[in-house]
């Protein structure tokens, strides 16, 4: 049996040979038996899974906290194995044919352990030639030990924190950039303000960082561009809050002692609402404020109203950017889902799907390592993400650029940087 | 430092334990009462803000009416979920692992009931007092921490007067002190531990409603909240409402200005070693420290 289907026919051999059945000499027959009746059936089928179709795994949180922004990538997921599928599939040269992609979906309820736990099914068990998902850090950095363990590849389309990236793992891939990149835009956005003479030289910065991998990249990446351009910006207060604070208002008091003149914070959304209500309370002015990649979101504008005017964020993607196979996707999404896409998360995942499908066609198999191997080189050249081409950096992170948006009155959002892609001009300083 | 900012951060202290003071006392009557730590406290919280926030974007109720109609409603949702759920827990005077697991799971079912009905979007509410602030002289009174410190006071005293001039209030301090001879003196303590825990729900669900107008909120809503009110609680000697004012505004200070001097990040890791200070050297907390203290003849 294993001989007639081929490669995945010796994987699944070798998956076999792993549950010690070859060498289980001191066996009784009966429980070789059994074993055979509980073990076989799941090689076979990931064997006919893998001639017919070709099984890619998703593992994503579609209930639990995370399940909005999982649900989103999901379905930026299911849209790129449509239109996979409607062209007839993918070319697997070893095999003469094209082979549709079949989703394995699995839901880890925002749930680290369990979500580990179903990549290592769907690696194992429902033999996928690759894992998507990982939303967000915490569920991708608790994702990130199976790959290499079963050396199948996985794309995570939802984190970004240098950590994963930087443990030397072959099979890890990414389609977020990374944060500290996020804060080196941030601070070269400002920078670009400066030269525009929009802003002076010399201003000080006061930042503000969630205690996570996240924060500590975010502030990072500015301190990495303040470094490279001397004399543009100098940090007067840096500090670290906890996630989930009930109460900013020390953080603040401190933050306004600092008598800086542009306030940098890098939050989630609730702490982002949380603390931009009570800075409003304070009466501080900046002239230019952020909160990382936060400031756009419908949620915050419903919870801060006008307050959110102004404010810029970094973000990894906008339906705004101005090329064609944006405004293709938006549709393709509209018309799949029936609504258009709220921030980046679709797009990312999309991504993703369009790049595993790539270099599955150029490794001409479904041998894991050889799609390993073509995920390395891959180069997406109509890729939706700032500078429209996606290919893996050397750890397996993409390094697209940032896009710097910024809240306008009546809930406008303009891309203001880079300017290339910008649809409107950066306000700054921020109007009192 | 100016003694403006001190004064300012000690305004922002004394608000936040007026929202600590709120969230920890519906805790404590049932606690005291029945001797059972409400773990499903931070799924009522959540209900809480999403019944006042229903109310405003629905029917357009202002969210400090909507605090108020949340107290007899949860009331009976306490009172209800007692005789289905609670009631079934065999009585103790210690906490129990039945009661545990029991609102442990409670808490859960109110979670993922909170996404099925409302799914996992940020919500908050915003009225134009959200972002007003009250000037008086230097000092800044955030409006909206205003009123709901002012609910909160207001709460607390009608509950300190229901406990100390009603038949019911005295009942519930009998059966803190010692059920059993509250049961040998004629107290119906079913009944009693049924509306004791109805109250200890209303307070809940207001405290969700007043939190509501202050942060955003989901159904996760309610962990950090949960996990302050158990630091509250053991500071004020767990049966003692005096206690849970005073354990809620130490936690407050000791939050705030502990920033000072050490990183915003330390916040959590200062509540929780009061925590294990509390425990360790005042396991009565507060209000054991002043039953302590001696007594002239």
Same mark, same amino acid.
Request: hydrophobic share 45%; with cysteine; proline share 5%.
């Given at each position: 049996?294993?001989?007639?289907?081929?490669?995945?026919?010796?994987?699944?051999?070798?998956?076999?040979?792993?549950?010690?059945?070859?060498?289980?000499?001191?066996?009784?027959?009966?429980?070789?038996?059994?074993?055979?009746?509980?073990?076989?059936?799941?090689?076979?089928?990931?064997?006919?899974?893998?001639?017919?179709?070709?099984?890619?795994?998703?593992?994503?949180?579609?209930?639990?906290?995370?399940?909005?922004?999982?649900?989103?990538?999901?379905?930026?997921?299911?849209?790129?194995?449509?239109?996979?599928?409607?062209?007839?599939?993918?070319?697997?040269?070893?095999?003469?044919?094209?082979?549709?992609?079949?989703?394995?979906?699995?839901?880890?309820?925002?749930?680290?352990?369990?979500?580990?736990?179903?990549?290592?099914?769907?690696?194992?068990?429902?033999?996928?030639?690759?894992?998507?998902?990982?939303?967000?850090?915490?569920?991708?950095?608790?994702?990130?030990?199976?790959?290499?363990?079963?050396?199948?590849?996985?794309?995570?389309?939802?984190?970004?924190?240098?950590?994963?990236?930087?443990?030397?793992?072959?099979?890890?891939?990414? #389609?977020?950039?990374?944060?500290?990149?996020?804060?080196?835009?941030?601070?070269?956005?400002?920078?670009?303000?400066?030269?525009?003479?929009?802003?002076?030289?010399?201003?000080?910065?006061?930042?503000?960082?969630?205690?996570?991998?996240?924060?500590?990249?975010?502030?990072?990446?500015?301190?990495?561009?303040?470094?490279?351009?001397?004399?543009?910006?100098?940090?007067?207060?840096?500090?670290?809050?906890?996630?989930?604070?009930?109460?900013?208002?020390?953080?603040?008091?401190?933050?306004?002692?600092?008598?800086?003149?542009?306030?940098?914070?890098?939050?989630?959304?609730?702490?982002?609402?949380?603390?931009?209500?009570?800075?409003?309370?304070?009466?501080?002015?900046?002239?230019?404020?952020?909160?990382?990649?936060?400031?756009?979101?419908?949620?915050?504008?419903?919870?801060?109203?006008?307050?959110?005017?102004?404010?810029?964020?970094?973000?990894?993607?906008?339906?705004?950017?101005?090329?064609?196979?944006?405004?293709?996707?938006?549709?393709?999404?509209?018309?799949?889902?029936?609504?258009?896409?709220?921030?980046?998360?679709?797009?990312?995942?999309?991504?993703?799907?369009?790049?595993?499908? #790539?270099?599955?066609?150029?490794?001409?198999?479904?041998?894991?390592?050889?799609?390993?191997?073509?995920?390395?080189?891959?180069?997406?050249?109509?890729?939706?993400?700032?500078?429209?081409?996606?290919?893996?950096?050397?750890?397996?992170?993409?390094?697209?650029?940032?896009?710097?948006?910024?809240?306008?009155?009546?809930?406008?959002?303009?891309?203001?940087?880079?300017?290339?892609?910008?649809?409107?001009?950066?306000?700054?300083?921020?109007?009192? | 430092?100016?003694?403006?900012?001190?004064?300012?951060?000690?305004?922002?202290?004394?608000?936040?334990?007026?929202?600590?003071?709120?969230?920890?006392?519906?805790?404590?009557?049932?606690?005291?009462?029945?001797?059972?730590?409400?773990?499903?406290?931070?799924?009522?919280?959540?209900?809480?803000?999403?019944?006042?926030?229903?109310?405003?974007?629905?029917?357009?109720?202002?969210?400090?009416?909507?605090?108020?109609?949340?107290?007899?409603?949860?009331?009976?949702?306490?009172?209800?979920?007692?005789?289905?759920?609670?009631?079934?827990?065999?009585?103790?005077?210690?906490?129990?692992?039945?009661?545990?697991?029991?609102?442990?799971?409670?808490?859960? @079912?109110?979670?993922? $009931?909170?996404?099925? @009905?409302?799914?996992?979007?940020?919500?908050?509410?915003?009225?134009?007092?959200?972002?007003?602030?009250?000037?008086?002289?230097?000092?800044?009174?955030?409006? @909206?921490?205003?009123?709901?410190?002012?609910?909160?006071?207001?709460?607390?005293?009608?509950?300190?007067?229901?406990?100390?001039?009603?038949?019911?209030?005295?009942?519930?301090?009998?059966?803190?002190?010692?059920?059993?001879?509250?049961?040998?003196?004629?107290?119906?303590?079913?009944?009693?531990?049924?509306?004791?825990?109805?109250?200890?729900?209303?307070?809940?669900?207001?405290?969700?409603?007043?939190?509501?107008?202050?942060?955003?909120?989901?159904?996760?809503?309610?962990?950090?909240?949960?996990?302050?009110?158990?630091?509250?609680?053991?500071?004020?000697?767990?049966?003692?409402?005096?206690?849970?004012?005073?354990?809620?505004?130490? $936690?407050?200070?000791?939050?705030?200005?502990?920033?000072?001097?050490?990183?915003?990040?330390?916040?959590?890791?200062?509540?929780?070693?009061?925590?294990?200070?509390?425990?360790?050297?005042?396991?009565?907390?507060?209000?054991?420290?002043?039953?302590?203290?001696?007594?002239?003849?």
């Amino acid at each position: 049996m294993f001989r007639r289907n081929g490669v995945a026919g010796e994987r699944a051999l070798a998956n076999c040979a792993k549950c010690n059945l070859r060498k289980s000499n001191s066996l009784s027959r009966p429980w070789i038996l059994l074993l055979l009746t509980l073990v076989l059936p799941g090689c076979g089928k990931g064997n006919k899974a893998g001639t017919n179709e070709i099984a890619v795994g998703v593992v994503l949180p579609i209930t639990g906290r995370e399940a909005k922004p999982g649900q989103f990538q999901r379905e930026g997921i299911e849209l790129a194995i449509q239109q996979i599928n409607q062209n007839g599939g993918i070319l697997v040269r070893d095999l003469d044919k094209k082979l549709p992609v079949k989703e394995v979906f699995y839901d880890d309820g925002s749930d680290q352990a369990k979500s580990a736990g179903l990549v290592e099914r769907a690696m194992t068990s429902d033999n996928v030639v690759a894992v998507l998902g990982g939303y967000s850090t915490a569920l991708g950095e608790a994702e990130s030990v199976m790959p290499d363990r079963y050396q199948t590849p996985w794309i995570t389309t939802g984190a970004a924190a240098s950590t994963i990236f930087s443990r030397g793992y072959q099979y890890i891939f990414g #389609t977020l950039s990374p944060t500290d990149l996020l804060g080196y835009t941030t601070a070269e956005f400002l920078g670009s303000l400066v030269d525009h003479g929009q802003l002076q030289k010399g201003l000080k910065l006061a930042l503000a960082l969630e205690n996570t991998d996240h924060g500590v990249d975010y502030g990072k990446g500015i301190g990495k561009w303040i470094e490279e351009h001397p004399g543009y910006f100098a940090v007067a207060f840096s500090e670290k809050f906890d996630l989930g604070s009930t109460d900013f208002s020390g953080l603040l008091q401190k933050v306004k002692n600092a008598r800086a003149d542009i306030f940098l914070a890098d939050a989630h959304l609730q702490d982002y609402i949380t603390m931009h209500r009570q800075y409003m309370q304070t009466g501080m002015y900046h002239e230019m404020i952020s909160y990382g990649a936060r400031g756009p979101e419908s949620d915050a504008r419903k919870a801060l109203g006008d307050a959110t005017n102004y404010i810029f964020a970094g973000i990894w993607w906008s339906v705004k950017l101005p090329y064609p196979q944006v405004k293709k996707f938006a549709a393709d999404y509209q018309a799949s889902v029936g609504r258009p896409p709220d921030s980046w998360y679709p797009a990312t995942a999309y991504d993703a799907m369009r790049a595993l499908g #790539t270099a599955i066609e150029q490794a001409g198999s479904l041998n894991k390592t050889a799609i390993r191997d073509h995920l390395r080189t891959v180069e997406l050249k109509d890729s939706l993400l700032p500078g429209q081409v996606l290919r893996f950096g050397q750890n397996g992170q993409i390094h697209t650029p940032f896009v710097i948006v910024q809240n306008e009155p009546q809930d406008k959002v303009d891309i203001v940087y880079p300017l290339d892609a910008a649809t409107g001009e950066a306000i700054a300083p921020k109007p009192r | 430092m100016s003694a403006t900012d001190l004064l300012n951060l000690l305004i922002a202290a004394l608000l936040l334990a007026g929202v600590y003071a709120v969230m920890s006392v519906g805790m404590t009557i049932i606690y005291g009462v029945m001797k059972i730590v409400n773990l499903a406290h931070a799924g009522f919280l959540m209900l809480g803000a999403y019944f006042v926030y229903e109310l405003y974007t629905r029917l357009g109720i202002d969210p400090l009416l909507g605090v108020f109609l949340a107290f007899p409603v949860f009331f009976f949702i306490g009172m209800a979920v007692h005789r289905i759920l609670v009631r079934r827990i065999p009585t103790s005077d210690q906490p129990t692992l039945t009661s545990l697991l029991l609102l442990f799971g409670l808490w859960l @079912v109110l979670q993922n $009931l909170g996404y099925l @009905v409302w799914g996992n979007s940020d919500r908050a509410i915003l009225t134009p007092r959200t972002l007003e602030v009250l000037e008086v002289g230097p000092m800044g009174f955030p409006t @909206v921490r205003l009123v709901v410190f002012a609910v909160a006071l207001g709460a607390l005293a009608g509950l300190e007067f229901v406990l100390h001039k009603t038949w019911f209030g005295r009942a519930v301090r009998a059966l803190m002190q010692n059920s059993d001879a509250g049961r040998i003196v004629g107290i119906n303590v079913d009944r009693t531990a049924r509306v004791a825990f109805g109250v200890g729900i209303a307070f809940s669900g207001a405290a969700g409603g007043l939190l509501a107008m202050l942060y955003s909120f989901s159904p996760d809503f309610g962990g950090p909240f949960l996990l302050r009110a158990f630091v509250i609680i053991v500071l004020g000697g767990l049966e003692s409402f005096a206690g849970v004012a005073v354990g809620s505004l130490i $936690l407050a200070l000791v939050e705030t200005f502990s920033i000072l001097a050490l990183p915003a990040s330390y916040q959590p890791a200062i509540a929780f070693s009061l925590l294990v200070v509390a425990l360790v050297a005042l396991p009565g907390g507060v209000a054991g420290l002043w039953n302590r203290r001696p007594r002239l003849a």
